[in-house]
């Protein structure tokens, strides 16, 4: 029987299109939201960056060299 794993993504980016349509995508390939969004404001940018937390469950165990990206 295979094992079933949950593997475990935080994107993070500048506060803009960029960073939503990463989050499109990853939900598009089966990432699901975990959490809130979180937001805070890179004054040496001066910007606001955002962080939002994904997870996919896959089949098989988990191993380090997963590319998780590539999932």
């Given at each position: 029987?295979?094992?079933?794993?949950?593997?475990?993504?935080?994107?993070?980016?500048?506060?803009?299109?960029?960073?939503?349509?990463?989050?499109?995508?990853?939900?598009?390939?089966?990432?699901?939201?975990?959490?809130?969004?979180?937001?805070?404001?890179?004054?040496a940018q001066?910007r606001?960056?955002?962080?939002?937390?994904?997870?996919?469950?896959?089949?098989?165990?988990?191993?380090?060299?997963?590319?998780?990206?590539?999932?």
């Amino acid at each position: 029987m295979a094992r079933q794993t949950t593997l475990y993504r935080y994107l993070t980016g500048p506060d803009d299109a960029s960073f939503c349509h990463r989050v499109s995508e990853a939900l598009s390939q089966g990432w699901v939201l975990y959490g809130h969004p979180t937001l805070t404001f890179d004054a040496a940018q001066g910007r606001v960056v955002c962080g939002q937390a994904i997870i996919k469950d896959i089949e098989g165990p988990y191993t380090p060299d997963l590319k998780l990206s590539e999932q």
